[in-house]
């Protein structure tokens, strides 16, 4: 099971970008998805998650401004970025519950991370 997050880049205050995060492997069933953060000095931090039935999370500071969705079919689960701010600047990691095939174990996968930078 691996996870492959793409997206990333550098962007103006006030623009937008799109993460994506997609879940490959031997996997017999998907939970929560959801996006991290970890900026220079700082804790990773929880960005938004999204559960199988819905549910959706997000930190106070991206609140309004960020969207999290996830596509079943694709095993995809992607972040929506809009009036990005210098201080959103981090590195963004996927986080994908999984239950892979002949398992009975629930695990938390992370992606390779992707670099988003925000200039002002």
């Known amino acids: 099971v691996q996870l492959q997050a793409s997206g990333g880049g550098l962007v103006q205050a006030g623009g937008s970008l799109r993460l994506s995060c997609a879940a490959s492997?031997?996997?017999?069933?998907?939970?929560?998805m959801g996006w991290y953060r970890q900026a220079p000095g700082k804790q990773r931090e929880p960005v938004a998650t999204?559960?199988?039935?819905?549910?959706?999370n997000y930190a106070d500071s991206v609140k309004g401004r960020f969207t999290v969705s996830r596509d079943g079919a694709s095993n995809t689960v992607y972040l929506r970025m809009d009036s990005l701010k210098p201080e959103d600047t981090a590195v963004y990691y996927c986080?994908?519950?999984?239950?892979?095939?002949?398992?009975?174990?629930?695990?938390?996968?992370w992606g390779q991370g992707t670099q988003v930078t925000v200039s002002s």
């Open positions: 986080n994908v519950y999984i239950l892979a095939t002949g398992s009975v174990v629930w695990r938390p996968y």
């Open positions: 999204e559960t199988v039935d819905g549910n959706i």
């Open positions: 492997g031997t996997i017999s069933s998907i939970g929560t």
